[in-house]
């Protein structure tokens, strides 16, 4: 069965740092999702990607953040000057259209100290 | 706007009995609902949608739900508790509302599964 790859499964960097989080999602799949989920809480939506552009991004998605597909496999998210509150698991998810179900990657562990 | 509620944070159930949680969905529309399970430190697992199809959907591991729209409840639902199933759950709505199909993430249900 087709699987979102994420790497790296687990990262530390130190405050005030730039980090990418890299996912490869499902080959046809059209919609791009980076989701955050912070320890012991629920899953929050960051950013949606569709044709090429950012189609919608909650307000955690804020000037430190951006994504990027630069090659169309690769869909990445940078986070410019990580802040200790952006520690978190970080999923990525594609879909081929909503409502056929999205596959999420295993996810990123990002420790900022 | 798109929301879910998961009645319960923590539902403890034996090994072998049946397990029962809760959700209840909020959305101007059709929605299209899932079930997510988390395992301790791993990702997130598809356990079942609901797409405007069959009310009754089955999932993997044994799961089903159903959707019930005068209750707006979609409850999952397994006959037996394994202990393989003790893990987070997470009741998820899709939002079309601005076209981009964002998920909307339910607080989760922390399933414990005794001997």
């Known amino acids: 069965e087709p699987e979102v790859t994420q790497t790296p499964s687990h990262q530390v960097t130190q405050m005030g740092q730039e980090v990418i989080l890299r996912c490869v999602p499902i080959?046809?799949?059209?919609?791009f999702y980076w989701y955050r989920q912070i320890l012991g809480q629920k899953v929050e939506f960051l950013v949606s990607?569709?044709?090429?552009?950012?189609?919608?991004k909650s307000e955690i998605f804020d000037d430190q953040f951006s994504v990027e597909r630069p090659d169309g496999s690769n869909f990445t998210l940078k986070i410019r000057s990580t802040k200790l509150e952006d520690s978190a698991m970080y999923f990525c998810?594609?879909?081929?259209?909503?409502?056929?179900?999205?596959?999420f990657g295993s996810g990123t562990r990002l420790t900022v100290v | 706007a798109q929301s879910v509620t998961q009645l319960d944070s923590h539902v403890s159930v034996s090994e072998g009995t049946p397990v029962l949680l809760r959700c209840n969905y909020s959305s101007s529309y059709s929605p299209s609902l899932f079930w997510y399970v988390q395992h301790p430190n791993k990702g997130l697992q598809l356990l079942l949608k609901y797409t405007s199809a069959a009310t009754l959907v089955k999932g993997i591991n044994g799961f089903e739900a159903e959707f019930k729209k005068s209750e707006t409840s979609f409850h999952l639902t397994k006959p037996s508790a394994h202990m393989s199933d003790a893990a987070e759950y997470f009741c998820v709505v899709s939002d079309w509302s601005s076209n981009t199909g964002k998920l909307i993430f339910g607080q989760g249900t922390t399933l414990q599964v005794k001997p």
């Open positions: 990607f569709y044709n090429n552009e950012i189609s919608e």
């Open positions: 998810a594609s879909s081929e259209a909503g409502s056929y179900g999205y596959t």
């Open positions: 080959s046809n799949h059209l919609y």
